[in-house]
């Protein structure tokens, strides 16, 4: 099996959103109401193209996976609240997300492999920490970031919505 991770580009897009359909589904086979609503679309995958900050998981020559990799701090971020962000050197970090895995994949253990590109990838930019959130309802992808190396950190509101949680999670490297 061949594997890597490479910068997305505008041909990949249709299976980045097929992926994050997928994604969708198993959250709400779940009953997690994250990714239930219009996002992630069309339109924030093309921003992350547009900002080069698209990424992929190939497999074989398939599309196995997409994330987004934002080297500018998020708002969401911002304000922590039942815990705090590691004291570090500086508050320069990157953040992952919109990450899924394809349906057809699953089982393989790739996220793994995912996430520690991603963290390479952040390391080679110049940034020692990256953040991760996930809905608390999300424990599968919440064992596949603590796997990955991240520790809890608190709690983060999406745009300020108190009813839109998520756990919060920093790595620093």
């Known amino acids: 099996m061949s594997k890597y991770v490479r910068a997305a580009t505008s041909a990949d897009l249709p299976a980045m959103l097929a992926t994050i359909d997928a994604g969708r ?15 992630p679309a069309t339109p924030d995958l093309q921003a992350d193209l547009d900002a080069d ?19 500018t701090p998020d708002p969401n971020y911002a304000q922590i609240y039942q815990g705090s962000w590691a004291p570090h050197t500086d508050d320069h970090y990157a953040s992952i997300h919109r ?18 590109n991603l963290m390479t990838i952040s390391y080679q930019q110049g940034f020692h920490q990256l953040r991760i959130d996930t809905h608390r309802l999300n424990q599968r992808m919440q064992h596949v970031i603590t796997k990955a190396g991240f520790t809890y950190r608190g709690i983060v509101y999406m745009a ?11 790595i620093l490297l």
Not at 57 to 70: E, K, R, S
Not at 99 to 116: K, M, N, V
Not at 160 to 170: E, K, L, M
């Open 25 to 39: 589904q198993a959250l709400a086979a779940d009953q997690i109401p994250q990714w239930q609503g219009t996002y």
């Open 53 to 71: 900050r698209a990424w992929v998981l190939i497999v074989d020559g398939q599309i196995a996976g997409t994330a987004a990799l934002l080297t």
């Open 99 to 116: 990450i899924a895995i394809a349906s057809g994949f699953h089982g393989q253990h790739l996220a793994d492999f995912f996430f520690s």
């Open 160 to 170: 300020g919505d108190a009813q839109d949680q998520r756990n919060a999670y920093q």
